[in-house]
């Protein structure tokens, strides 16, 4: 059984910055995509980056590049999420998930941040 | 970047009763290099993260019960619940894994009529 657990989320005050882990067990992570999705309160979801299998290529969403940051270490089996320059609009349940390609398979249950002074 | 529109915005069945949801893509999510759909369909209960029910437009995952189906091709596409069951209630997305970035609709909330 797949499971991600994700941590780091938190309280952070605008302009600060955060840095989300996930840790994954019952698969062979270095053979899979992996993303970050997010969900603010009460909306829907929205894919925010993904990372291919060895880490050569990423990708982000617009409103996220040049703040965001995803990365992978295979030898730990873990995902991360740089966040700097957060916004209140980034506040959000974020959802670590793995997949074949780009189609998402499996997730974990999320962590919270919240962006507030 | 491709948008999905979900329609409708929520949905109230009778148990028993088929429910039925769509999700229009802005661009073709068909890929002419295997002639798969890159979408798919997930069940949020609330509390819960999503659940994959639909890879590909149309195929199944593993455990998900019968009643769930899914169809269509290009840009248009329908989830079907054939007999709706209380456990049913959740929102349901459709995605799209064709392009980046990737993309969701914006979910269709199911409930007991």
């Known amino acids: 059984e797949v499971q991600l657990l994700e941590s780091g989320g938190g309280l952070v005050q605008p302009g600060g910055s955060l840095r989300l882990s996930c840790a994954a067990s019952g698969l062979t992570f270095s053979s899979y995509w992996m993303n970050w999705v997010r969900q603010a309160p009460g909306k829907g979801l929205e894919w925010v980056a993904n990372i291919k299998q060895d880490g050569s290529e990423k990708n982000y969403v617009d409103s996220v590049k040049g703040r965001f940051t995803i990365s992978r270490d295979n030898t730990k089996n873990s995902l991360y999420l740089q966040m700097n320059s957060l916004r209140a609009e980034d506040t959000a349940v974020y959802y670590c998930?793995?997949?074949?390609?780009?189609?998402?398979?499996?997730w974990g249950q999320g962590t919270l941040v919240t962006v507030s002074s | 970047d491709i948008v999905l529109t979900q329609s409708p915005d929520s949905l109230a069945v009778s148990l028993g009763e088929r429910a039925t949801f769509n999700c229009k893509s802005s661009?073709?999510?068909?890929?002419?290099?295997?002639?798969?759909?890159?979408l798919g369909w997930y069940q949020q209960k609330p509390g819960q993260p999503p659940k994959l029910l639909i890879s590909?437009?149309?195929t199944r995952e593993s455990g998900v019960p019968d009643r769930f189906s899914g169809s269509g091709s290009g840009t248009d596409f329908t989830l079907t619940i054939s007999s709706l069951q209380a456990e049913d209630v959740a929102v349901y997305y459709c995605?799209?894994?064709?392009?980046?970035?990737?993309?969701f609709g914006g979910g269709t909330e199911v409930e007991i009529k």
């Open positions: 590909w437009a149309s």
């Open positions: 995605q799209q894994y064709h392009s980046s970035p990737l993309t």
């Open positions: 661009q073709t999510v068909l890929s002419s290099r295997d002639n798969k759909n890159y």
């Open positions: 998930a793995s997949g074949g390609g780009w189609r998402i398979e499996d």
